[in-house]
């Protein structure tokens, strides 16, 4: 094997394996984001006068912003030959960790939306606050629907940074594929939508341009990956879980903070608040930050790397 295949393959291992067994992994994912039925994946209620974005081609929505990105037509066009491939947390084309020689961990948690899963872990962002380590937070519309007013204050808190977590909180699926009973977006342009809805919702909104993409349960195919990188989006997974969905207990996540390392991705969740994450987050922190272990958004650790191999040519 070459030394960056090595290294590639224990990071998938690590991320299989690690301090908690797939089972758990998949338990966490779920408790975390709160899964709902299929059916009501997009019924939650708005927090706002804005509609939400349709699933169809006519109510894409017509904006500045959107004349940024391929159009849904074109991307239908352009992959409809191409095979919905592999499908997983850390398929061909999903970033787990950070570039190469980083010297620094990113930590990153996933607000998921939905009837039980929109609450804010204010004791959660404040740690980060007072020990000033920044994240990069992937928000799904649904949360950002019901939590506009916050949202707009993170949006302009230099210490974090406001990822894509997705329309409907679907893996992003264009084979039909589905992750622990939750159904895959089922074509491209359903993939298409489940980005782009999020992606101009939260420019349109928030005046945020995402640049990180984490489909709901972190699942996506070779091609919704593809589909990403076409859109200038990176989609971007992790190598260490901290708190399995939000389902560990304080004690279990400051053990998980304190197995990150240089190069290191950690996900967490700050939409459960009466989990043990933030009461773990803190002291596993300051032990981290004890060690010289320093941390970085996801923009700062691939700034002037490319996010794209489509047509946009994105770059940090």
């Known amino acids: ?14 991320l299989k394996t690690g301090s908690l067994g797939l ?58 030959e191409i095979p919905a491939g592999q499908f997983g947390l850390d398929i ?15 930590l990153t948690f996933d607000a998921c939306g939905g009837p039980n899963g929109s609450g804010a872990d204010e004791t959660l962002l404040d740690a980060l606050r007072e020990l000033q380590v920044p994240a990069t937070l992937f928000v799904n519309q649904r949360w950002a629907r019901a939590n506009a007013r916050l949202l707009a204050e993170l949006a302009s808190d230099q210490l974090f940074e406001i990822a894509n977590h997705g329309t409907s909180h679907a893996p992003l699926a264009t084979g039909g594929q589905s992750a622990y009973g939750i159904m895959g977006t089922g074509s491209i342009a359903q993939a298409y939508d489940e980005v782009m809805g999020n992606q101009l919702y939260l420019a ?32 971007m997974n992790f190598t260490v879980n901290l708190d399995a969905g939000a389902s560990f207990d304080a004690t279990t996540v400051a053990a998980q903070v304190s197995q990150l390392r240089a190069g290191d991705v950690g996900i967490g969740h700050f939409n459960q608040p009466a989990s043990g994450t933030a009461k773990g987050l803190a002291p596993g922190l300051v032990q981290a930050l004890d060690s010289g272990l320093r941390f970085a958004k996801l923009s700062d650790a691939w700034r002037g790397l490319p996010l794209a191999t489509g047509q946009q040519g994105h770059r940090l």
């Not at 999903?94 to 980083?102: A, D, Q, T, V």
């Not at 909104?205 to 699942?219: E, P, W």
């Open 23 to 80: 089972g758990a992994l998949a338990a966490g994912l779920i408790s975390g984001c709160s899964a709902v039925a299929p059916e009501q994946r997009s019924t939650a209620p708005a927090a706002s006068a804005t509609p939400p974005p349709s699933a169809t081609a006519s109510s894409q929505p017509a904006s500045a912003f959107s004349a940024a990105y391929p159009s849904r037509s074109q991307v239908i066009e352009k992959f409809k």
């Open 92 to 106: 061909p084309g999903i970033e787990l960790g950070l570039p190469k020689g980083s010297e620094y961990a990113a």
């Open 204 to 235: 349109e909104q928030f005046g945020i341009t995402a640049k990180f993409f984490r489909s709901g349960t972190a699942h996506m195919d070779e091609a919704g990956a593809a589909l990403c990188r076409e859109l200038g989006v990176l989609p």
């Open 1 to 14: 094997m070459k030394e960056a295949d090595v290294e590639q393959y224990s990071r998938r291992w690590a």
